[in-house]
């Protein structure tokens, strides 16, 4: 079983920055490609970013491109998004999900049903 913990999350106001970090335990962590989703009120999940097991090649939604960063460390199983110049359609509770998967990632990691595990959610909310 894996088991991924987000956090930091928060309030900010429009233009600042937040960095989300995920821990991931119970399994190899490298195995691993990892996804960032957020769902905000009334909305069905959104993919926003997908990195592959080495961190080698990455994915974006297009209206964070040039704003967020997945990066990770595998000797810390943790996958993390920095998140820049943020907007209020930025709110959403953002969540961190892992696919056992060793290519790269494409727009096929943007699928939801593509993960297997995910983790409880961290509240991120921009103000104007």
């Known amino acids: 079983q894996v088991q991924l913990v987000e956090s930091g999350g928060g309030l900010v106001q429009a233009g600042g920055s937040l960095r989300l970090s995920c821990v991931v335990s119970?399994?190899?962590?490298?195995?691993?490609?990892m996804g960032w989703f957020r769902q905000a009120p009334g909305k069905e999940r959104e993919f926003v970013a997908a990195i592959s097991w080495s961190g080698a090649t990455t994915y974006y939604l297009d209206s964070v491109k040039g704003r967020f960063i997945i990066s990770r460390d595998n000797v810390k199983n943790t996958v993390y998004l920095q998140m820049n110049s943020l907007k209020p359609e930025d709110t959403a509770v953002y969540y961190c999900?892992?696919?056992?998967?060793?290519?790269?990632?494409?727009?096929?990691?943007?699928?939801?049903?593509?993960?297997?595990?995910w983790g409880q959610g961290t509240q991120v909310t921009v103000s104007s």
């Open positions: 119970g399994r190899t962590f490298s195995n691993y490609a």
């Open positions: 999900a892992a696919v056992r998967y060793l290519g790269s990632v494409t727009s096929a990691q943007a699928m939801a049903s593509k993960y297997d595990y």
